[in-house]
């Protein structure tokens, strides 16, 4: 939970995100070794980082150039506190937004950008990083070797950029803190559905972002995306733990402020010219579940038109599977399952589990039980969560249950 920040921390001063990441590494283990014995102390996470600092200042004591690093650095060995908001336009103080900055760096492809930055910042695992990208795992792991060999064979510095080198890297920043979000809204693997840390982490660099680029519609878009799917939080688990599916959750637990934050946000990216974004398209149609009050009151319709649009700005098989299900709720299952099948040979679909559960919804409410329970059984035998292997293999059980899929069921 701490490492992003100990990295970014460690990175301004050393400026070198290898030996930052070394270092952080070396207070966790100094951690392990002391806390046994003198207890976990108040503040954890400013111990951890103040350790890392002593111990970055000590290495740059050491080197010949001194001097000049310890004023670049310009950082007193004291506790610090973050402020949650940028101090002036143009500025970013947070230590966390500007190491997503720093991964970012032109020098690298945007594919190895996104994969190092969601290691570092995210703290995903090389399977949790394969599954947001649909590639395999060795894939990731080389990009990320790869990503760290050219930031320093370039000597890529921890820096801030301005103008349009901050522009450039816009894309690959919006990118990563959805998917970290993402993958705290629904764990790759483990025990629990949900990893909230992530998402409050995500939420809250989405909401600097916006502030620090006021006149970018997609960083308003994704701002308001996620306040509209944290605002769910609280609904997609029941007392267990178990996954609760959209059309089974209780919406009086819905966060209305995270909402209203959420539809505010997509006026600011509607004003700035940015409603036709992916961010901005996938953050109306979430405005769309946020409005209604009750699951049938759901405007299928205009979702599955919207995701017609994301498809046409951002194609990619988990946008035309998410349209299939608006589809199926606007046009009847039939027409969904003729979208879900064209979808069968699709690139990177192969082992995501979220095409045979879709297909297996569909065809339970066709009546086709029997194919529906086959579908939800391998579902189960693909993902690696344990909370939806349970609730796929439920389905496979009682097919006729409540409506599952990513556009209608994950909520």
């Keep these: 939970m701490e490492s992003a920040r100990i990295v970014a921390t460690v990175a301004r001063i050393v400026r070198d995100l290898g030996i930052a990441e070394e270092i952080a590494q070396d207070a966790l283990v100094a951690a392990l070794e002391q806390w046994p014995v003198s207890g976990v102390p108040d503040r954890p996470g400013a111990w951890l980082t103040a350790t890392a600092k002593h111990r970055a200042v000590d290495l740059v004591r050491r080197r010949e150039t001194y001097a000049r690093k310890l004023a670049e650095a310009g950082r007193e060995l004291t506790e610090e506190t973050y402020d949650p908001e940028p101090s002036g336009p143009g500025d970013i103080d947070d230590d966390v937004l500007r190491l997503v900055f720093t991964t970012c760096h032109p020098v690298l492809s945007a594919e190895a950008r996104t994969a190092l930055t ?10 949790e990083i394969a599954r947001a990208f649909l590639v395999p795992e060795p894939t990731v792991a080389q990009r990320i070797v790869r990503a760290k060999r050219t930031l320093a064979t370039a000597g890529v510095a921890f820096e801030v950029p301005y103008g349009a080198d901050r522009a450039a890297r816009l894309g690959s920043v919006l990118e990563v803190i959805y998917l970290i979000f993402n993958e705290g809204y629904a ?3 483990g025990d629990d559905l949900l990893r909230p840390a992530l998402c409050e982490d995500a939420l809250r660099l989405a909401r600097l972002l916006a502030a620090l680029m006021p006149e970018e519609g997609e960083a308003h878009g994704l701002a308001a995306l996620l306040e509209f799917q944290a605002s769910r939080t609280r609904a997609r688990t029941g007392p267990d733990g178990a996954p609760v599916l959209l059309a089974a959750q209780n919406r009086t637990l819905w966060d209305r402020l995270l909402a209203r934050r959420g539809l505010a946000a997509l006026e600011r990216a509607v004003a700035v010219g940015g409603a036709s974004g992916p961010y901005a398209l996938q953050a109306a149609i979430a405005a769309c ?7 049938e009151d759901t405007d299928w319709a205009t979702i599955a038109a919207l995701y017609g649009r994301l498809a046409a700005v951002a194609p990619s098989p988990v946008v035309e599977l998410n349209r299939a299900v608006a589809v199926s709720r606007a046009e009847g299952p039939a027409a969904g399952l003729a979208l879900v099948d064209a979808l069968a040979a699709a690139p990177g679909l192969a082992r995501y589990h979220l095409l045979p559960s879709v297909r297996g919804d569909l065809l339970a409410r066709l009546g086709r039980t029997a194919e529906a329970r086959a579908e939800f059984a391998r579902a189960a035998g693909l993902t690696r969560n344990e909370r939806e292997r349970a609730l796929l293999r439920e389905r496979a059980r009682e097919p006729d249950g409540p409506d599952g899929g990513p556009g209608s069921g994950a909520g």
């Design 118 to 127: 969601l290691r570092l910042v995210g703290g995903l695992r090389t399977d």
């Design 289 to 295: 579940h946020a409005r209604a009050a009750a699951y």
């Design 187 to 189: 764990a790759t693997a």
